[in-house]
């Protein structure tokens, strides 16, 4: 038996290895095999089936019918609302995501120090990020009521004249700027592991070399919190650009559609007026504008973002 | 190995399109009329074998629960063969769940629904013709107010497709109480804009202290009454019998004018001081005494008894420019034409007991709502009520706001526009004739795109 076992040609023995591999393999695809199905059943098909959605007319009740790319064109072209929710969408990302960022970053700094109760702190602060989007849009719409509201009595104390915030047509997209900040506790967690990813010997040397905390920071600490950043940018990006439930919750796209965001807008299209294809075709022109958002950012990341160890400038 | 993977991958991917494709067109599959699944009615009404159906409506809570709970059960006793899982989803929710279940195939077989927007289930053969069942069972429909039946006739043909269960209407609420602190004789309501604005005046404290308003006379922008409700108190209409917009009208800028108007009495501060403070009460500042005039739909009258049993108060028809008029919404019964004719034949059965006049009867006791048959709403008994004389009397004058396909949420950008204009953004002319606008972009846009 043993000699049997010596005697195996080297050409059988690599076909047994082959089996042995596709045994291997077999089994690995068996095991993805659930994750893999859910995901053709419940995401990829969904998804491929709105691009289809997207070039008809379809009532939800009756089948779809073909019309090519007008509801393209008629978003692009004809709908003023689109234009309009897109543009308060724009706002929205273009002043919440930076903010989002720098009081994440600066949020993450204080939270990095070495002073006693620090714990409990970084608590406190990503605690709202654990309580659930309706409670908090509840919770702001008490907080931001331009008579009663905590906000403006306190302001009222300092002989300010609050605004009317959520009721006001000027005030209601930065309320909602405001509260999101108010959530950035989620991102600064993410930017404390990588605060505390940055090897001490670099503050250590540069100390010795004479650099104060200013220039540590922006020599030191910035650069290489770079691949945090870059993360919680394309995160936030993403999240930007499908904000929703604030204004569901809260305003209902009002006063005067000012907080009538593009993912508003998309599901009164679906789901108040049952014109599926059409909001369809909306989420795929976000989907692209998202892609291209996100793709500019890719590409300059080459020249922004430091990874340490990779061969870099 | 990758390469074989992905030759599986892409059938893989097609047949998952498929499935989905299949499933968008199974739950409609049926196009034109009626029960095409089901071919109508059976000669008779069922027996024998048991049915189970299943029935979803908006009672989740209260008296009206218990109601729905008790009359299932005796529907069941009465019909040994037919079973019932009845659920209920809640006013807010019942609409969402039913449009999502209905596109997905997965309806019940009864279906309590909103009374807007059968023209779209009718044409795509989402629920049954019950013409054929009204005529083999001789259902009056005379029994049912005349302007619901309309609304739920199948454009053109005129076959009924769904059966009203309740409705509302709007009147206009006063506070007895303040009329006579002001020297109002409380057994006057007013009639005319005028009247209301002079009452309004009348009715309306200010606070010299806080600059702020410990009593207002009459806000449009409060209660239940809704920017359109005013204009057709005008004359206006919004459509023309062909369904073009026809809103940039003297009369509909008129009304925007006198809304504004009245709102802007009160100026936004004061206004949304009001607002915050009322609006911690927990009920409505009518029924707490914060507004001697509100215009409100009947169920507020379940709202004072439950919270201010005690308050002192009228009720009349909405003051008018031109004409009476008032607006209702509601709900209505329907058959989900799930293909299955025993099905279809004891929903019909369930839809026939809920709407017949001794049913409705014990609904408005348990709900105060203003059922949809007119029979068991204007029971003398009930009429004996003088205020519930008023509610009833105003479903001659009432109107539904007219829901086209092609111009869905019209409403809610006029009412958009004409609140700009009262937030100063825009005049009221420029309002009125900006949701023209949109109206008519909102048509074409449909159009376009179907």
């Known amino acids: 038996m043993e000699q049997a076992e010596i005697k195996v040609s080297p050409a059988k023995r690599s076909e047994r290895r082959n089996r042995l591999a596709r045994r291997e393999a077999l089994n690995g695809y068996a095991f993805f095999s659930p994750w893999l199905f859910g995901f053709l059943v419940f995401t990829a098909g969904p998804v491929l089936y709105s691009l289809y959605l997207s070039f008809t007319s379809y009532d939800t009740l009756s089948s779809p019918k073909w019309i090519g790319i007008m509801n393209y064109k008629v978003l692009l072209t004809q709908d003023a609302t689109f234009w309009k929710s897109l543009y308060n969408t724009l706002y929205y990302v273009v002043f919440s995501v930076p903010l989002g960022l720098i009081i994440g970053v600066l949020l993450a700094m204080l939270m990095n120090q070495k002073v006693p109760g620090i714990r409990f702190f970084r608590t406190v602060f990503y605690l709202p990020s654990v309580v659930s989007g309706v409670a908090v849009a509840l919770l702001w719409m008490w907080l931001l009521d331009p008579s009663f509201g905590l906000i403006n009595t306190t302001l009222a104390k300092f002989g300010i004249q609050g605004p009317g915030w959520l009721t006001d047509v000027d005030w209601s997209k930065p309320s909602l700027i405001l509260m999101s900040l108010w959530g950035v506790g989620g991102s600064m967690i993410i930017y404390l592991a990588g605060l505390q990813g940055i090897p001490r010997d670099l503050y250590e040397a540069s100390r010795v070399d004479g650099a104060g905390a200013v220039r540590q920071f922006w020599r030191i600490t910035l650069p290489l919190l770079t691949p945090t950043i870059f993360y919680n940018l394309i995160m936030g990006l993403l999240g930007g650009f499908q904000v929703f439930l604030q204004s569901f919750v809260m305003t209902n796209g009002g006063p005067v559609d000012s907080t009538l965001f593009y993912a508003l807008y998309l599901y009164n299209k679906a789901f108040k007026s049952s014109q599926m294809g059409y909001a369809s075709a909306m989420a795929w022109i976000l989907l692209v504008l998202t892609l291209i958002c996100t793709l500019i950012v890719l590409r300059t990341s080459k020249k922004w973002v430091y990874y340490e160890g990779a061969e870099n400038k | ?450």
């Open chain 2, 1 to 450: 190995m990758k390469i074989r993977l992905f030759k599986y991958l892409i059938p893989g991917m097609a047949v998952v399109l498929m499935t989905g494709a299949c499933s968008g067109n199974g739950a409609n599959g049926v196009n034109g009329n009626a029960a095409s699944g089901s071919s109508g009615p059976n000669s008779q009404a069922p027996a024998g074998k048991e049915v189970k159906i299943s029935f979803w409506h908006i009672y989740n809570t209260g008296p009206m629960k218990e109601l729905y709970d008790k009359l299932i059960d005796e529907f069941e006793e009465a019909h040994p063969n037919i079973k019932v899982d009845h659920a209920g989803y809640g006013i807010f929710d019942l609409g969402d769940k039913l449009a999502t279940a209905l596109a997905g195939g997965t309806g019940p077989d009864l279906a309590m629904d909103g009374i807007d927007g059968g023209q779209l289930k009718i044409k795509a053969g989402t629920i049954v013709n019950l013409q054929p069942y009204i005529e083999r069972d001789g259902v009056d429909t005379n029994q049912y107010f005349p302007l619901l039946i309309d609304i739920m006739k199948q454009e053109g043909n005129g076959d009924l497709y769904r059966l009203p269960l309740e409705t509302d209407v709007r009147v206009l609420f006063y506070n007895k109480e303040a009329f006579r602190e002001v020297g109002l004789d409380p057994e006057k309501p007013p009639t005319t804009w005028e009247e209301l604005e002079s009452y309004s005046d009348k009715l309306t404290k200010w606070n010299d202290k806080t600059k702020l308003l410990d009593r207002i006379g009459f806000a449009p922008n409060l209660g239940n009454f809704w920017y359109w409700t005013l204009a057709w108190t005008n004359g206006v209409d919004f459509f023309d019998d062909q369904g073009n917009p026809t809103l940039d009208t003297p009369e509909n800028i008129e009304a925007a004018e006198w809304w504004v108007k009245m709102q802007n009495k009160y100026g936004t501060k004061a206004f949304s001081a009001f607002q915050s403070q009322s609006g911690s009460l927990g009920f409505d500042p009518f029924v707490g005494g914060k507004v001697a005039m509100e215009v409100s739909t009947n169920n507020l009258v379940s709202e004072i008894k439950a919270n201010q049993p005690d308050l002192e108060y009228g009720i009349a028809p909405i003051p008018i420019k031109k004409n009476n008029a008032t607006w209702s919404a509601g709900f209505s019964l329907e058959i989900v034409n799930n293909k299955d004719q025993a099905k279809a034949d004891a929903a019909w059965e369930l839809l026939k007991f809920l709407t017949s006049t001794e049913i409705q009867k014990r609904h408005h006791i348990a709900g105060n709502a203003l059922v949809g048959n007119r029979l068991a709403a204007t029971d003398p008994e009930f009429m004996k009520d003088p205020d519930w004389k008023t509610v009833t009397d105003q479903m001659q004058f009432t109107r539904f706001l007219e829901t086209p396909i092609e111009a869905q949420g019209w409403g809610g950008q006029m009412w958009k526009n004409v609140q700009a204009a009262v937030a100063g953004s825009m005049t009221p002319e420029q309002a009125i004739k900006t949701s023209q606008k949109e109206t008519e972009d909102l048509i074409a846009n449909y159009k376009k795109t179907s």
